[in-house]
C-alpha cells in the first residue's frame, strides 16, 4: 500500500499516539496541578502550626507569666509603699529589685524589645524613688515620734511641776487656767497627728502659733515662781511644734511625703500595669497576626477546594471522555475490524469498511492490501495448478474440476456432452528412439494442434497424463465427436511429425475413444471416462490410428 508523506503526516495529527500522548499530558498537568495546590497549602499549614507551637502558645504562655509577675510585684510594690519599719522597707525594696529583675530577664528572654526595655528601666528609676520617698518619710515618723515623745515629757514635766503637792495648794486660778490652756494647746497639737489633710495640719499650726504666743503673753499673770518654768515649757513647746523643724510642720511634711509615695506608689504600679498591658498587646498583636495569616490561608484553602474539586472533577471528565473515546475510536472499532476479518475467514467476501486517518485505519488498508495480494497470488496458484507444465493447456486436475460442472449443465440445458480420449500410438518407441526431450516436444506440438481445433470456446482440451489427451465436447452429441475425431486425426497427419518406429505410419499418429453423455440418461464423470478408455482400447485394438465410439 502506497501512502503520501504529506498523508501520512496529516493523519498522524489525529493518530493514537497522539490522543494517548495528549490523554497523558492532560492528566499528567492536572495531576502535577493538584499536586502543587496540596503541597503548596500543606506547607502553609505547615508554617502556620509551626508559629502557633513555636510563637502564638510560647507567647501567651509568656504573657501569661509575665502578668502573674507582674500581680505579685503589684503586692510587693504595695507592701514597699506600705512598710512601717526601716526593715521591712529594705526586705519590701528587696523582694520588689528581685522580682523586676525575674520580670527583665523573662522579657528578655523572649527576645529583645526596646520598648518594652525602656518602660521596665522607667519603673526601675520610680522603684528607687518610691524606695527614697518611703525612706525619707520612715525617718520622718521617727523624728515625728521623737518630737511627740519630747512633747508628751515637756507636758507631763510642766503637769507634774503644777500639780506637784508644794504648788498644788497654791494653785491660783490664774495658774490652773494656763495650766488648762497648755494642755488644750498640746491636745490641738496632737490633733495634727492623726489630721490626713496638710491644710487642717496648716490651721492647727497657725492656731497652735497663736494660742502659744497668747500662751507665752499670759505668763505674767502667773505667780512669780512659776514664771520660769512656765517660759522654759512654752519656749520648748514653741521649739517642738513650731518652726521648721516643729512637730505640726514635719507632720505636714509627713502628709506630703505620704502622699508623694502613694502617688509614687500608684505611678509606679500604673507602670507596671502597662507593661504587663504591653507584654499582653505584643502577645495580642502576635496571636491576632497569626489568627489574620490562619484566617486567610483559611481563606484560600476554601477557594483551592473548590478549584481542586473543579480540577477533579475535570480529570474524571476528561478521563471518562477518554474512556468513552477508546471504546468508540479503538475497541469498538477493533472489534470490527475483528468481526469483518472473521466473516472473511469463513469465506465472506472482504469489505473492511473501517474510516478514519489513524493507526486502525492504517491497518484496515494494510489487512484490505495483503487480503488482496493473497487472493490474487491464490488465484495464479490455482491457475499454476490447474495447468499442465509441459504442454501449457489444462491438467487432470482441470479436467477432474470442470468435467462434472459441464455434465451439470448438459442436465439443466438438455444438451449432450461427448469425451474424446486420445493416446498417442507407440509413443514409447518414440520416446526410445528420438529421446525424452524430442517426446516432450512432440507433446508439446501435439497439444498445439488440439488446442487450434478447438471450434467452439466452451470446448475444453486437457493433458490427461504422459502421453495422453482429453478433448471434451459440450453441446456434442457422438456424431459431432466423431467428426471432431476425423478433423483432430487429419490435423496431426497434416503435420506429419516423423516417427519410423510405428508400426502403424511413417509419422505420429493417435487412436480415440469417443463417449457421449445423454442428459436423459445421465452417468458421472468417472463413467464417462472409463467409457471413453473402453473405447480407445477398443481402437488400439482395432490398429490404432483410428476413433471408436463406446457402444454399451
Ligand atoms: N517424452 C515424454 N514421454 C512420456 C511422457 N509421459 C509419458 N511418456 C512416455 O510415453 C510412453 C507410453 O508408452 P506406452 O504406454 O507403453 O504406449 P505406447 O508405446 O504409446 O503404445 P500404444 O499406446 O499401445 O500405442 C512411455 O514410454 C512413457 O515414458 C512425457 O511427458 N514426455
Not at 507582674?70 to 503586692?75: D, G, I, P, Q
Request: hydrophobic letters at 40%; one cysteine or more.
Amino acid at each position: 500500500m502506497t501512502v503520501n508523506k504529506k498523508n501520512k503526516r496529516v493523519w498522524r495529527l489525529y493518530s493514537l499516539n497522539t490522543f494517548f500522548v495528549s490523554l497523558l499530558i492532560f492528566v499528567s498537568v492536572l495531576l502535577a496541578a493538584i499536586a502543587t495546590l496540596v503541597y503548596e497549602r500543606l506547607k502553609e499549614f505547615d508554617v502556620i502550626l509551626d508559629e502557633i507551637s513555636t510563637e502564638s502558645i510560647p507567647a501567651a504562655l509568656h504573657s501569661n507569666r509575665v502578668n502573674s509577675q507582674v500581680n505579685s510585684l503589684t503586692y510587693l510594690i504595695d507592701g514597699l509603699a506600705q512598710s512601717s519599719t526601716q526593715a521591712s522597707r529594705r526586705i519590701a525594696n528587696r523582694e520588689v529589685s528581685a522580682k523586676v529583675s525575674e520580670i527583665m530577664a523573662m522579657i528578655e528572654q523572649h527576645g529583645k524589645d526596646e520598648y518594652l526595655a525602656m518602660h521596665i528601666q522607667s519603673m526601675k528609676d520610680e522603684l528607687e524613688h518610691l524606695n527614697r520617698l518611703i525612706d525619707q518619710r520612715l525617718l520622718l515618723d521617727d523624728t515625728i515620734n521623737k518630737r511627740k515623745t519630747a512633747l508628751y515629757k515637756s507636758y507631763n514635766k510642766i503637769m507634774d511641776f503644777m500639780l506637784s503637792p508644794n504648788h498644788r495648794s497654791n494653785l491660783s486660778p490664774t495658774s490652773f487656767l494656763w495650766t488648762i490652756e497648755l494642755a488644750d494647746i498640746v491636745a490641738t497639737a496632737s490633733e495634727s497627728l492623726t489630721s490626713e489633710r496638710i491644710n487642717q495640719v496648716r490651721q492647727i499650726n497657725e492656731l497652735v502659733d497663736t494660742l502659744l504666743s497668747k500662751q507665752y503673753q499670759s505668763i505674767d499673770n502667773l505667780p512669780e515662781k512659776m514664771k520660769t518654768k512656765a517660759t522654759q515649757v512654752t519656749v520648748e513647746l514653741q521649739r517642738l511644734l513650731l518652726g521648721e523643724s516643729g512637730m505640726i510642720n514635719l507632720r505636714s511634711e509627713q502628709l506630703r511625703l505620704m502622699g508623694r509615695s502613694i502617688g509614687r506608689g500608684h505611678f509606679v504600679r500604673n507602670l507596671v500595669t502597662d507593661i504587663a498591658n504591653l507584654s499582653e498587646f505584643r502577645s495580642y498583636e502576635l496571636n491576632n497576626s497569626i489568627q489574620l495569616e490562619t484566617l486567610k490561608t483559611s481563606q484560600r484553602i476554601k477557594q483551592q477546594i473548590k478549584l481542586l474539586g473543579l480540577l477533579s472533577a475535570s480529570a474524571v471528565l476528561g478521563l471518562l471522555i477518554a474512556v468513552y473515546m477508546i471504546r468508540h475510536r479503538v475497541v469498538n472499532r477493533l472489534n470490527k475490524l475483528n468481526k469483518k476479518i472473521q466473516s472473511h475467514i469463513d469465506g465472506e467476501p472482504l469489505q473492511v469498511d473501517i474510516r478514519g486517518q489513524d493507526e486502525i485505519a492504517d491497518i484496515a488498508r494494510s489487512f484490505r492490501y495483503f487480503t488482496r495480494t493473497i487472493e490474487i497470488q491464490q488465484q495464479q496458484l490455482q491457475e499454476l495448478s490447474l495447468t499442465d507444465g509441459l504442454t501449457g493447456i489444462a491438467n487432470r486436475r482441470a479436467l477432474d474440476e470442470h468435467l462434472p460442472t459441464y455434465l451439470q449443465s448438459a442436465i439443466r440445458h438438455h444438451w449432450p456432452v461427448s469425451l474424446l480420449l486420445m493416446d498417442v500410438d507407440y509413443f514409447k518407441p518414440y520416446n526410445d528412439n528420438y529421446g525424452h526431450n524430442k517426446g516432450d516436444e512432440c507433446l508439446q506440438q501435439i497439444a498445439k494442434i488440439l488446442t487450434r481445433c478447438k471450434r467452439r470456446d466452451e470446448d475444453f482440451v486437457a493433458r490427461y497424463g504422459g502421453e495422453e489427451f482429453v478433448f471434451v465436447l459440450p453441446q456434442s452429441d457422438n456424431r459431432g465427436a466423431e467428426l471432431v475425431a476425423t478433423l483432430l486425426q487429419q490435423a496431426i497427419e497434416e503435420q506429419r511429425i516423423p516417427h519410423e518406429h510405428s508400426l502403424v505410419a511413417d509419422h505420429v499418429t493417435m487412436s480415440i475413444g469417443i463417449a457421449t453423455f445423454h442428459y436423459d440418461d445421465p452417468i458421472s464423470a468417472d463413467q464417462l471416462l472409463k467409457n471413453a478408455d473402453t473405447a480407445l482400447y477398443e481402437a488400439k485394438n482395432l490398429g490404432r490410428n483410428r476413433f471408436v465410439s463406446f457402444i454399451e
